[in-house]
């Protein structure tokens, strides 16, 4: 059995501020301490043969190893990464060694004995704490722009990067007061303000990653002036002298029992070379849009998809605070042939341009979900960053570019009582036998039905060429066209389907009607190419719409009673429309079967 032999005085240098790399240390004892967050932390008592430190801590993520009985005493391990830091007030504080990263070289089972016979590392002779010829040194960070006039906490900060003394952000805690860590800015929230009876205010929060952990961290007031346009997605920098206190778990989901609070003395400083032990990229779990209809109610989710449509920009004020909030729906799509809406938030919604038709990537977006249908929120700690350079991004223009989004066949955020097989099943006649729709609000259910007759005859109208306007436009007669609504004159409008069709399933017959999205799903084809062919093109239209005859489909279907004049009619809306899934649906019919018959079904 060989040894791995120890680094013999290094604690002395490594706790009067050298860099060295890969120390091979012992330990002599471990012992687990509870701080007043009740967080599961082990102090240990390390020695590299000549001196040795009892002010040493694992980091929480090597907990694991404790737990495992890989730290055993006399085991004798490698530091791969560590940090040294203040723990305590100013001038009466005392050094600890914070290990977050190790390599047990041998089990205490083999070494079995204290190695040498060391002393504190406080007695170390003058001549040990020389630096030894150290390798080149790393290079340092840019140090503009700096976002702080107090110049003892630069001066402190800047000691610390030249001598790579940077901490891991899950070494920090309520008990360190010098510390600066290097972290990437993963979220940034909108600046909210607040006002009560203690005063008003303004505040905005961030999260940051770095590869040890994430954390958050709030700006409130002043700070918030000064750090909100400073501190941009997706950038690294060095923070220091900020408070840190226990996350209040209702505003954040983040791993970490802490949160930061900015300061006056708060210092942020941009780290323009991330090339040398680079932090994290930001990493994006991007699901179909498809498979959000399956998702929880109020779930995280990221995914990315060509904005289809933008819809206009809405004002409400909330009863309980009488604030006004500004919002804007937008339709996204993917390779998934699927649609669902986004609501942005705020000035992201006053000043989202989706004129382009541009690649939309979420982070973070929560999942709500309202009368069965699913649509996604941009929240506090949600990233959305529009055309961003990455090879999903780049596929789905090339797939919309070239026709993609025309045959969209599932519209995720359609609001049918309850999505998909959930939804309840239902025949036509008994839709009717029932008396679905007399009542206040409108019913939904939903059924297998095939297309017998298509009405071309009012299919369309001609409506405002605004992205965030469908009304119907007047012709002027002098090729211009008025909308009402937008108060203003057009050279141009685009076309709206307005499709009125009869189905049936093996019970009975039912006109329905369905609006623009649906009807170009149905017809394969998009409101201005069924427009186009309709006015110019009549055999071109009779083709269009005859290939959807005698096509089978499961349509969800709002039923609402509706007054016209002094008559009172049932009116069928389809609300979605999907291609017939047999697996799924022969599992429907096995049930209704068993519910039948009673085979099958427990007593």
Not at 111 to 134: F, H, M, R, S, W
């Given at each position: 059995m060989v040894l791995a032999t120890l680094s013999s005085g290094v604690i002395a240098r490594i706790m009067h501020g050298e860099v060295v790399d890969g120390p091979v240390l012992q330990i002599l004892a471990i012992k687990k301490i509870n701080s007043t967050a009740d967080a599961e932390r082990y102090r240990i008592l390390i020695s590299d043969g000549k001196y040795f430190n009892s002010y040493a801590m694992l980091a929480s993520q090597l907990n694991v190893m404790?737990?495992?009985?890989?730290?055993?005493?006399?085991?004798?391990?490698?530091?791969?990464?560590?940090?040294?830091?203040?723990?305590?007030?100013?001038?009466?504080?005392?050094?600890?060694?914070?290990?977050?990263?190790?390599?047990?070289?041998?089990?205490?089972?083999?070494?079995?004995?204290?190695?040498?016979?060391?002393?504190?590392?406080?007695?170390?002779?003058?001549?040990?704490?020389?630096?030894?010829?150290?390798?080149?040194?790393?290079?340092?960070?840019?140090?503009?722009?700096?976002?702080?006039?107090?110049?003892?906490?630069?001066?402190a900060m800047n000691a610390s990067i030249s001598s790579g003394m940077t901490h891991p952000i899950s070494s920090l805690s309520p008990y360190q007061n010098k510390w600066v860590i290097k972290a990437r800015v993963t979220s940034k929230s909108a600046i909210r303000t607040w006002s009560n009876a203690r005063g008003e205010g303004k505040l905005f929060s961030m999260d940051l990653m770095d590869e040890s952990g994430e954390i958050r961290a709030t700006a409130f007031k002043e700070q918030c002036d000064k750090f909100f346009d400073l501190i941009q997605v997706d950038s690294v920098y060095y923070f220091s002298k900020c408070q840190l206190k226990p996350a209040n778990k209702q505003y954040s989901s983040l791993n970490n029992a802490y949160e930061m609070t900015f300061s006056g003395e708060t210092v942020v400083q941009l780290c323009e070379d991330t090339d040398d032990d680079p932090i994290p990229e930001i990493k994006y779990n991007l699901i179909p849009i498809s498979e959000v209809s399956g998702m929880e109610n109020k779930a995280a989710v990221d995914t990315i998809g060509i904005c289809k449509e933008v819809g206009e920009l809405q004002s409400f004020v909330a009863r309980s605070t009488n604030k006004e909030f500004k919002k804007r729906d937008i339709t996204l799509v993917d390779m998934s042939n699927s649609a669902i809406n986004l609501t942005l938030w705020g000035d992201e919604a006053v000043n989202f341009d989706g004129h382009v038709q541009p690649v939309i990537l979420v982070k973070g977006t929560r999942i709500n979900e309202f009368n069965g249908g699913k649509s996604l929120s941009l929240g506090g700690g949600s990233i959305m960053k529009i055309n961003p350079d990455i090879p999903e991004a780049h596929k789905l223009r090339g797939w919309f570019d070239n026709g993609g989004g025309d045959n969209v066949a599932n519209m995720v955020s359609a609001r049918t009582g309850g999505g998909n097989f959930s939804t309840e099943w239902m025949t036509l006649k008994d839709a009717r036998a029932r008396n679905l729709g007399s009542g206040d609000k409108p019913d939904y259910f939903q059924c297998k039905a095939v297309v017998h007759i298509v009405k071309q005859e009012n299919s369309f109208y001609r409506a405002c060429p605004q992205s965030d306007c469908n009304k119907k436009v007047v012709d002027e007669g002098n090729d211009q066209y008025r909308c009402e609504k937008c108060n203003a004159l057009f050279p141009n409008?685009?076309?709206?389907?307005?499709?009125?069709?009869?189905?049936?399933?093996?019970?009975?017959?039912?006109?329905?009607?369905?609006?623009?999205?649906?009807?170009?799903?149905?017809?394969?084809?998009?409101?201005?190419?069924?427009?186009?062919?309709?006015?110019?093109?009549?055999?071109?239209?009779?083709?269009?719409?005859?290939?959807?005859?005698?096509?089978?489909?499961?349509?969800?279907?709002?039923?609402k009673n509706e007054v016209f004049g002094d008559m009172t009619r049932n009116k069928l809306t389809i609300q979605s429309v999907a291609p017939i899934n047999h697996k799924e649906y022969n599992k429907h019919l096995l049930k209704e079967l068993q519910e039948l018959t009673g085979i099958g079904s427990s007593n």
């Open positions: 404790q737990h495992n009985g890989e730290l055993e005493e006399f085991t004798i391990v490698q530091l791969d990464k560590y940090v040294t830091s203040m723990v305590g007030k100013d001038g009466a504080g005392k050094r600890v060694l914070i290990i977050s990263e190790l390599t047990v070289l041998n089990p205490g089972a083999e070494v079995k004995a204290k190695i040498g016979e060391p002393v504190t590392y406080e007695n170390a002779a003058k001549q040990d704490l020389a630096p030894k010829a150290a390798a080149p040194s790393k290079p340092v960070a840019k140090r503009e722009p700096t976002h702080n006039n107090n110049n003892n906490n630069n001066v409008f685009k076309y709206r389907l307005l499709i009125n069709m009869s189905i049936g399933d093996w019970t009975s017959n039912r006109w329905v009607s369905s609006f623009n999205e649906v009807g170009e799903q149905l017809l394969g084809h998009t409101s201005q190419e069924v427009g186009e062919a309709l006015e110019n093109d009549a055999a071109k239209a009779e083709q269009i719409f005859s290939a959807l005859n005698f096509t089978s489909h499961i349509f969800k279907l709002r039923c």
